[in-house]
């Protein structure tokens, strides 16, 4: 069964910046395409960044130009650099395949506060 496991989360002020991490315990993935969920309370998760397995990424219009998501599929790793964090990117962020094809993990906390 993959395991996901994130990291990286923290309280920030405005305008700062956290570089998360997950770990995929799959041989497969360097062949799919992963993303990056958050969840607000009373909210529901949503993606927030894809990346495929060749490495195009796509990005909801609210991260667009401060999230940059990349791989490295040689420590089987999915990253979210997140630059210029506002109060509504609060949330427990958690990386899954695209589409949410595994197991969820625990998520990593991000509170932005003014």
């Known amino acids: 069964q993959v395991q996901l496991v994130e990291s990286g989360g923290g309280s920030v002020q405005v305008g700062g910046s956290l570089r998360l991490s997950c770990a995929a315990s799959?041989?497969?993935?360097?062949?799919?395409?992963m993303s990056w969920y958050r969840q607000a309370p009373g909210t529901q998760r949503g993606s927030v960044a894809t990346?495929?397995?060749?490495?195009?990424?796509t990005y909801v219009a609210s991260v667009e130009g401060r999230f940059t998501i990349s791989r490295d599929n040689n420590k089987n790793t999915v990253y979210l650099q997140m630059n210029s964090l506002k109060p509504e990117d609060t949330a427990v962020y958690y990386c899954?395949?695209?589409?949410?094809?595994?197991?969820w993990g625990q998520g990593t906390q991000v509170t932005v506060s003014s």
């Open positions: 899954n395949g695209a589409g949410g094809r595994f197991p």
């Open positions: 799959t041989s497969m993935f360097s062949k799919i395409g």
């Open positions: 990346i495929s397995n060749s490495g195009s990424t």
